[in-house]
């Protein structure tokens, strides 16, 4: 098993241009046969939507928000949910919002209203990086690394070539200065 602890920094430490790729390779693990990433394309970009899964209706919006101001992600949200919902109308089941930074009451409270808005319609999801840390640590170590492109686990490495050979054994004997230092016994 993988230190939770090392995966949830790895996904914090995520930069913004990075995150989508990151959510990409964690979604299409987590729904291999239903994820369907999408990329921003000519005027209309991703039409609110980073990726979606066809048949349960849920569509995922990427966000590296770590050090955004509280009022930019909290309009990123508003403007993610209802674009998406213009765009994709009643196919959109579970809005999921992934971000790398644990959402502060204020963000969380928006959040909230916002699920009282459209509670009738759909489910809003937060992804942050607890949430993210424990899907990961449900996977195989492979499938993590795969994930958070880093190397956790250590059991194939080849060890230091100093380390393959047991050091030769010494006779007391041989050592110089061993009666001088020790002593007549």
Request: hydrophobic share 35%; proline share 5%.
């Amino acid at each position: 098993m993988i230190d939770p602890r090392i995966v949830e920094d790895s996904i914090k430490a995520i930069d913004a241009a990075h995150f989508q790729a990151f959510c990409d390779r964690l979604l299409i693990t987590l729904y291999p046969d239903d994820f369907t990433p999408v990329r921003a394309g000519g005027r209309r970009g991703d039409m609110k939507n980073d990726g979606y899964c066809v048949g349960s209706g849920r569509f995922f919006q990427a966000h590296a928000s770590r050090g955004e101001a509280l009022a930019k992600i909290k309009n990123k949200i508003e403007t993610d949910l209802n674009g998406c919902l213009q765009h994709w109308g009643d196919a959109v089941k579970t809005f999921v919002y992934i971000t790398n930074d644990t959402q502060v009451g204020e963000v969380e409270h928006h959040i909230n209203t916002l699920r009282q808005t459209h509670g009738h319609r759909l489910s809003i999801e937060t992804w942050g990086p607890l949430r993210l840390s424990n899907k990961l640590n449900e996977l195989s170590p492979e499938q993590v690394e795969y994930i958070i492109e880093r190397r956790l686990t250590v059991a194939d490495r080849p060890r230091h070539p100093h380390y393959l050979t047991p050091f030769p054994a010494i006779n007391p004997d041989d050592v110089i200065g061993r009666d001088t230092a020790l002593g007549e016994l």
